[in-house]
């Protein structure tokens, strides 16, 4: 499996949040995400009831997707502490919040992880870990689909495509193989199984510069193929559109996709999607407890504002569930077509 640098280690201009936001926020003869939100009634967009707290643990992967909006990787070694890793867990105890979403990265790499899912089901609260698969085959790892099924932890994995070339073509040579290893370890489990209570989702997002089809159609197609070729079941496949930042960001701009990748995202713009977008549901936590709208904000580097908590040593659910959202014209990436039904990150 090829792992390459993140934009970090090779010193790109793009590892620079600012030089991003830059790039998104310079004319391009479309009109701005909170112009176009003016029309739809929703500008500025404020969050409704918290459903979900994400908690991203860190940078550190065991992959260097071409696509990955973390610039995750080996190389990265930005990890939440244990002891910030509590004060989630303290503020999750002053909550009623019933799912607990846990990113990365690779999150299972984070040495908290499996306090975090302990303590977090010991509070009654569902579980998600967002999930590259092949971190299921470290040798550090050997029990840990065993420690996910005891804990009934529900596993949203990414698999970009049903086939070896577009998934390796995105996050590296033998990662579709390593891939499918890993689901039929889950399998084994019971994972995907109906009746079993083990919930396993994938995640399909494009390989290049247009949006994803209908979540209905590349489904189905998804489950025929992998239960015809490698008899893998599953229980649903969510469909993600990249955001045009960081490394996906850098490959539109080296492609000279950027400016056609934008009109796309605008000209798809849906305002049902807009009204169901996660931020308006999800309150997200970085490595370093900085609160967040959602896990691309954190990428960006824009904490929450308009006088909301800005840690979650300081989690004020009442504050939250009625905050404003900060927005960008990165937001076009939720709001294209029917969105991004996952919402989240997975490196």
């Known amino acids: 499996m090829a792992i390459g640098l993140s934009l970090k280690a090779r010193a790109n201009p793009l590892a620079l949040a600012a030089e991003q936001l830059r790039i998104l926020s310079a004319p391009n003869g479309f009109p701005t995400f909170e112009e176009k939100m003016h029309g739809t009634g929703l500008f500025p967009l404020h969050a409704t009831r918290i459903t979900v707290f994400q908690i991203n643990v860190g940078k550190l992967c065991n992959q260097t997707c071409a ?8 190389d990265r070694k930005e990890i939440m502490t244990r002891e910030t890793a509590e004060l989630c867990i303290r503020a999750l105890t002053q909550t009623q919040i019933p799912t607990v979403d846990i990113t990365g990265g690779a999150p299972e790499l984070n040495p908290s992880f499996r306090w975090l899912v302990e303590q977090a089901r010991a509070l009654g609260r569902h579980v998600i870990d967002r999930s590259n698969l092949t971190v299921l085959l470290l040798a550090a790892q050997a029990d840990l689909a065993e420690f996910l099924a005891r804990h009934k932890v529900e ?12 998934t390796d073509a995105q996050r590296g040579a033998g990662v579709f193989e ?5 689901l039929h370890k889950l399998n ?3 994972y995907g199984k109906e009746g079993s209570g083990l919930v396993l989702n994938l995640v399909y997002n494009p390989v290049g510069a247009f949006l994803p089809p209908k979540q209905e159609a590349i489904e189905a197609q998804f489950k025929r193929e992998l239960e015809r070729h490698h008899g893998i079941t599953f229980n649903h496949l969510y469909t993600l559109t990249n955001m045009p930042i960081s490394r996906f960001l850098e490959f539109l701009l080296a492609s000279g996709n950027y400016q056609g990748y934008m009109e796309r995202l605008v000209n798809a ?3 049902a999607a807009a009204a169901g977008v996660m931020c308006r549901y999800t309150i997200s936590v970085g490595w370093d407890g900085t609160l967040y709208d959602c896990d691309f904000n954190q990428m960006l580097e824009l904490p929450t504002r308009f006088g909301a908590p800005h840690h979650v040593r300081d989690l004020d659910l009442g504050a939250l569930d009625r905050r404003r959202i900060v927005t960008g014209n990165h937001c076009y990436g939720c709001t294209a077509g029917a969105g991004s039904s996952c919402g989240g990150s997975i490196a």
Not at 67 to 74: K, L, M, W
């Open 67 to 74: 696509h990955c909006h973390v610039d995750a990787g080996p």
């Open 155 to 166: 596993v949203i994995a990414s698999l970009p495509y049903y086939r070896a070339s577009a």
């Open 178 to 182: 390593k891939s499918i290893e890993a």
């Open 188 to 190: 084994a489990l019971g």
């Open 269 to 271: 713009f849906n305002p």
